[in-house]
Nanobody, 121 residues
Framework: QVQLVESGGGLVQAGGSLRLSCTAS????????MGWYRQAPGKQRELVAV???????NCADSVKGRFTISRDNTKNTVSLQMNSLKAEDTAVYYC???????????????WGQGTPVTVSS
């Protein structure tokens, strides 16, 4: 099976920075998409940023200009650099990937366990 493991969450003051990383492992034949979602208390899970095979990236308007998503294809790792953090960024951040899983070549949606980010003000 395919697994996503996140790291880098924690507590940071408003205006500070944090870098999240997510690594995919398992029977992976290809990765179509990797990205980040977040869910704040009492709110729906929302897309933060995504990177598509080929390098195209998309970010939510609420984080555009502050967050940057990148990927290391050789390591099946996606990172989210978060700058100028605000209290409203406080949430559990979940890594998400759309992969081609082996040996069946099935398209599979995979989620990480989540890493909490708390921004104090």
């Amino acid at each position: 099976q395919v697994q996503l493991v996140e790291s880098g969450g924690g507590l940071v003051q408003a205006g500070g920075s944090l870098r999240l990383s997510c690594t995919a492992s398992g029977s992976i034949l290809g990765i179509n998409r990797m990205g980040w979602y977040r869910q704040a208390p009492g709110k729906q899970r929302e897309l933060v940023a995504v990177i598509i095979s080929g390098g195209t990236t998309n970010c939510a308007d609420s984080v555009k200009g502050r967050f940057t998503i990148s990927r290391d294809n050789t390591k099946n790792t996606v990172s989210l650099q978060m700058n100028s953090l605000k209290a409203e960024d406080t949430a559990v951040y979940y890594c998400n990937a759309g992969v081609v899983a082996g040996p069946s070549f099935r398209d599979v949606e995979v989620w990480g366990q989540g890493t909490p980010v708390t921004v104090s003000s």
